[in-house]
């Protein structure tokens, strides 16, 4: 997407000569979302925006601002934003300790979501994307987290209509927990794999990907009082080999047990323990680090064990690797939503203006879902 400096005189300029031609552009567009609401919008749009000018503690530094999008360059397409996550690395990025930037301040936080295009390029017939299809951001940083965006169609892509909270969450979670069961291990029907962070959207990903691959994968979850209705939840994820224990229950089953592949998003002692589990010359990927604590080592597992340690940053995968095989994966997960056999994680639809309590709760822990912003 471009800069708004950079499309700010290209829209002043449009903007003069839509007022001209006194009609505007006609950005007619009908599309059916999961409340079966249609979509009609004119150009000029007016919507709210979530924006921040420091980077900060999330809930201080974020504001809520009207905006209007009056005109756009002739390449470009409009789409009205229908829900976005908030994610971990959504505040992280808030909190300026990610790796990816906006490219300045003022900036419109978001990574990941779901929008209809309500108008195409000007070009008729130029455009792979037409009015009234879904589309998702394809960069990270996108600032998903306002009623309206525009870019060239090589900034989105297009998905199959589906459930609005699978088609928001579609792009980075389920993703991520793809590539690492496909790319860091050949798995065979019946291996094992364990994951710390079970109940996250990852996590239940992985669940229900294992299943899919016919894994038997191994989850963790934090103690607590309510682990017995957590662990039917998942449970009804997975397959008759699926497991759903706590932190605590791995060292007691440690001695007769061996997984082929790990996955890390807690850090500290939750990842030594399931390192100490992996079968000799496996792999631990770490993806996250929930608990703020280092990863560490056992000695007798890189020397005994020759166990291997990686890391995965599905942003990067996205960067380094061929556009078809991100569509290719995309379209593996859209079929596997579209006949039910991948469902969202937990989540709570919060709309627009509530969007403090997303934040808020998501930098909680124990939430026990995922928070959704709905846009108006
Ligand atoms: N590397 C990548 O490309 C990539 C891609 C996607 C996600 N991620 C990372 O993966 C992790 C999960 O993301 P998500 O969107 O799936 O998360 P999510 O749905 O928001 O869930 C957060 C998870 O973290 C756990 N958690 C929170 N605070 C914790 C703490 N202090 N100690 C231990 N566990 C804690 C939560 O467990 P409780 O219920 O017990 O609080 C829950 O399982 C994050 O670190 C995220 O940044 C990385």
Redesign the pocket.
């Known amino acids: 997407m471009m800069s708004k400096s950079a499309t700010r005189p290209i829209l002043r300029m449009l903007g003069r000569f839509y007022a001209s031609t006194s009609s505007g552009v006609e950005a007619a567009a009908s599309s059916t979302t999961s409340t079966t609401q249609t979509v009609k919008q004119t150009l000029p749009v007016t919507g709210h925006k979530l924006a921040y000018s420091e980077f900060g503690d999330p809930s201080a530094v974020i504001r809520r601002e009207r905006f209007q999008i009056d005109a756009v360059p002739e390449n470009h397409i409009v789409v009205k934003m229908l829900a976005s ?5 959504d505040l ?1 990025t808030i909190q300026g300790t990610y790796p990816v930037k906006p490219a300045k301040l003022p900036a419109v936080p978001g990574n990941e979501g779901v929008g209809v295009v309500i108008k195409t390029a000007a070009i008729p017939g130029r455009d792979p994307i037409n009015e009234g299809d879904w589309v998702i951001p394809r960069t990270p940083a996108f600032g998903t987290w306002q009623a309206f965006v525009h870019g060239s169609s090589e900034d989105f892509i297009k998905i199959p209509q589906m459930d609005l909270v699978t088609a928001a969450t579609l792009s ?2 389920p ?2 927990a793809y ?1 690492m069961l496909k790319d860091f291990e050949t798995l065979k029907p019946g291996d094992r794999v364990i994951q ?10 992985v669940i229900q990907l294992c299943r899919e691959f016919g894994l038997k994968c191994v989850s963790l ?2 103690p ?1 009082e309510d682990f017995k209705q ?1 662990k039917a939840k998942l449970m009804t994820l997975g397959n008759s080999d699926t497991i759903i224990i706590t ?1 605590d229950d791995l060292r007691g089953m440690m001695r007769d047990f061996k997984a082929q592949l790990a996955l890390n ?4 002692k ?1 990842a030594t323990d399931i390192m100490r589990v992996l079968d000799t010359g496996r792999t631990m990927v ?8 280092p990863v560490v080592l056992p000695t007798s597992s890189l020397i005994f064990n020759d166990v291997k340690l990686k ?7 996205n960067r380094t690797q061929p556009h078809e095989d991100r569509k290719e994966m995309l379209e593996y997960l859209s079929n596997l939503a579209l006949t039910g056999k991948w469902i969202p ?1 937990e989540h709570k639809l919060i709309p627009f203006a509530k969007y403090r309590d997303a934040l808020e709760n ?1 930098m ?8 959704i912003i709905k846009f108006d």
């Open positions: 996550p908030v994610n971990p690395a992280n980075v979670n993703c991520t590539r710390n962070g079970g109940n996250s959207a990852v996590g239940q990903a979850v934090r607590r957590l932190d998003c807690v850090g500290g939750c770490t993806y996250g680090g929930m608990s703020r604590q890391g995965f940053w599905m942003t990067r995968w994680p998501t909680k822990g124990y939430t026990g879902v995922k928070y």
